[in-house]
């Protein structure tokens, strides 16, 4: 989400405003830019887009970045595929030249333009679930493959090896095409996957083999924390993302489940921790024009604490979304602009960006 001298002294100000506050900002991580870039991405502030269920256009991303405050925002995730539509256009896929697609030269353009604003460009292929159009493009164009790297409508065999070597295929093509970054990251999926009891050891390893073969690229992985069960074998070079203990779920009987047998905050102290706090970070893209709940979107984004996690209360067996984990050593928080609708208000969504790039958060980027 007047008169003509008013809006000429608006106008003026706002020219002037903006200039003065970026040359400052600018100048500052210019010169702190190695150690802005080295820290780690859970002690820095960031976005997510949904460019996969709601496209946008590389000039509209380069819009959106040119709005993001550098000291108060270090980095930005665009989330290329889902259930509904793979928006990178992947020659393994078959989809080269498909409408409402990013190719790798936009995606090369986008890094750079990022970069120039001091901005880390995250690719996210959300992988082994969200996969039902990437099963789909596979279907047409390798149908064979499709059918060996398939577990079910919307979710990739991850105890396949084949399943392993093409989302490494795909990657690469991602890696080349935003690898032009001091520090970069693929953001590896993880999100809503049924692989819990015996099966998470599997979905874990598969994790771990694409975090290898992206360090080998020279990227940083980050994966989605509600795959990830108490027990784990998954790799401490990856960050997770923390939306929520109980994922979607609000029934008690589930959170009771799902509480004994998730990753807590407490769990995964040895990882690099993002907050992606449900409540307080998740804003649907069809309310942009929803003037009341984006502000109090805003509002609650600034006064939120960085500390405080979306968990399963013990207590009441609901999601609590104010649980403080005073021990985990994380600083920064990741807006994510999730959506359904394929037609939004850009120039709004570009607007609140903007309005989310004041400093008055307890934790300053």
Known sequence: MKKIKI?????FSLLLVPISVYAKTNQQVMQEENQTNAAKISERNGILLDVARCPLTKYEIEQVIAQMNPQRFSYLILHLNDDEHVTFQSKILGNVGAPNTLSAEDLQAITADARKHHIILIPDF????HCKALLSLLSEHSPKLARKVK????TLDYTNKQTIKLVEQINNELNKACSKQKYPYMMLGGDEVAGNGTHNEALMTYFNKLNAYENQKGFRSIIWNDSIMKHNNLSDKITVAYWAQ???????????????????????IHHPLINANVTY???NLSDLNNEKLVQNFITRFNQNDYQNFNMIDRQTWSNNPDSHQNEVPTTGQLICFWGDNPKIDVQRLIQVVKELNSTENNNPN
């Open 246 to 268: 109980g994922g979607a779920n609000t029934a008690s009987p589930e959170l009771r489940l799902l509480f004994k047998e998730r990753a807590t905050v407490e769990n995964l």
């Open 281 to 283: 970070n998740y804003l």
């Open 151 to 154: 577990m079910d409508d919307d």
């Open 126 to 129: 959300d992988t082994p679930g």
């Open 7 to 11: 809006i000429i002294v608006t106008i």
